[in-house]
């Protein structure tokens, strides 16, 4: 069984940069991707990055592309999220995936991931 822990959520600026870490202990066996999400009060969760495990092949939402990047560490067992000029309405909790994605050449919806961290709260001010 996976486990993903998150870290790195806090409170910004507009403008200011913040790095999620997504820690995964056990069963990388069953999954070949990793993802990003978040969801803010009142809306659905939405995709905002993926990585396919031991790639360096990424995909964005529009609303964060050339504003984050995720990027792994496989020494680690580690997914990254850099965001940079944040803005207040990427305000959200932040949750890690992993899963088996089938979704080739974009981001996969969340039925794709079997593994979810807990969360890390982002909140951006203006």
């Known amino acids: 069984q996976m486990q993903l822990v998150e870290s790195g959520g806090g409170s910004v600026q507009a403008g200011g940069s913040l790095r999620l870490s997504c820690a995964a202990s056990g069963g990388a066996y069953s999954s070949n991707c990793m993802g990003w999400f978040r969801q803010a009060p009142g809306k659905e969760r939405e995709a905002v990055a993926k990585i396919y495990t031991g790639s360096t092949n990424t995909y964005y939402a529009d609303s964060v592309k050339g504003r984050f990047t995720i990027f792994q560490e496989n020494a680690k067992n580690t997914v990254y999220l850099q965001m940079n000029s944040l803005k207040p309405e990427d305000t959200a909790m932040y949750y890690c995936?992993?899963?088996?994605?089938?979704?080739?050449?974009?981001?996969?919806?969340?039925?794709?991931?079997?593994?979810w961290g807990l969360g890390t709260q982002v909140t951006v001010s203006s």
């Open positions: 995936a992993a899963g088996l994605c089938s979704t080739w050449w974009e981001l996969s919806p969340s039925s794709e991931y079997n593994y």
